[in-house]
């Protein structure tokens, strides 16, 4: 699927996830701006899938602060001249401590790292595709925001508030061009676990191909019409 020169900012860009994703739309065409924390690691990201200078910009940001995000953005959009995509590929699980037993710089620590993340780069990005008129916003949603198993409370609650702004975002956008979208997984098999060594417990686990494959649909042209969509890829039905 061919993004003609579409500019992509990917979050999350040096995680495992996020090194498939940037592979699958570099060869699809896209222009890439990479965010993350460490220099040295998005620029590894880049020489791997083999981004030629012309075709990818950096940016080191702590997401967590508005001041970071909006200085990634900016740097992106006036380097492009654009931002056409957001994928925002920011991880994070703790789990394992009842709701009796949770201590509150747990959940705070996972609301920043989903909720804040996603509130600070959407609010800075939004503006430059409602301008132009076309834009597509995508998260990775989790199965555990919306049916929330035992013992996993903080990293739900977060991943249920990421998903309460995103789909609240998407009626707000509605009739701008801009489309938000959430692709819903349970776990993300990194080492493709589910073909090599299959059992029922990781039979509805995502590999991360899945996922980018998913993600190059949502932002075609064609999927112009969805939007404030949950997309599960976890088989769960």
């Not at 609301?111 to 780069?121: C, E, G, K, P, R």
């Not at 801009?178 to 997984?185: A, D, E, I, K």
């Not at 417990?201 to 939007?227: D, F, M, Q, R, V």
Request: aromatic share 4%.
């Amino acid at each position: 699927m061919a993004l003609d020169d579409r500019v992509v900012l990917v979050t999350g860009a040096t995680g495992v996830l996020g090194q498939v994703v940037v592979e699958h739309f570099a060869a699809a065409g896209a222009r890439l701006g990479l965010v993350g924390t460490d220099l040295g690691r998005l620029n590894h990201v880049a020489s791997h899938v083999g981004l030629g200078d012309d075709r990818w910009l950096p940016a080191v940001a702590d997401l967590r602060n508005a001041g970071d995000a909006r200085a990634a953005v900016a740097a992106i959009s006036g380097h492009f001249g654009r931002v056409d995509v957001l994928l925002h590929l920011v991880g994070g699980w703790v789990g394992g401590t009842a709701v009796a037993d949770l201590d509150p710089a747990e959940l705070r620590g996972m609301l920043d790292q989903h909720l804040w993340t996603t509130l600070n780069i959407v609010q800075a990005v939004l503006p430059h595709m409602v301008e132009g008129g076309w834009g597509r916003i995508l998260a990775i949603g989790s199965r555990s925001g919306l049916e929330p198993p035992p013992k996993v409370a903080s990293y739900a609650v977060a991943k249920a508030a990421e998903d309460a702004l995103l789909r609240t975002l998407a009626r707000e956008a509605a009739g701008t061009g801009v489309t938000v979208n959430l692709v819903t997984v349970g776990t993300i098999d990194e080492e493709h676990q589910r073909e090599s060594a299959a059992t029922p417990k990781n039979a509805t686990w995502t590999e991360p191909e899945e996922i980018a494959a998913a993600l190059l649909y949502l932002c075609s042209h064609e999927a112009g019409a969805i939007n404030g969509a949950r997309l599960p890829l976890d088989r769960r039905g």
